[in-house]
């Protein structure tokens, strides 16, 4: 999780989804913390795809809100 954190201080418009078997609140908590945008575990990969677009639209929203 210190990798999200570092690669979201070196590029902080790129959203960050975090792939774990860690199961834990915790874990999904600290990963949320460090600045990833969802968290997937491995037993439910199914969600990956539509955890991405629904990051890459909100990254969308963002950067219309910005203009």
């Known amino acids: 999780l210190r990798t999200v954190a570092t690669l979201k201080e070196l590029a ?11 199961v834990t609140a915790e874990a999904v908590v600290e990963a949320m913390r460090a600045g990833a945008i969802d ?4 037993s439910e990969l199914e969600r990956l795809g ?11 929203a963002d950067v219309e809100e910005r203009l």
């Open 39 to 42: 968290f997937v575990t491995r």
């Open 12 to 22: 902080p418009q790129i959203p960050f989804i975090v792939v774990s078997a860690a």
């Open 50 to 60: 539509p955890a991405a677009k629904a990051a890459l639209a909100k990254d969308d």
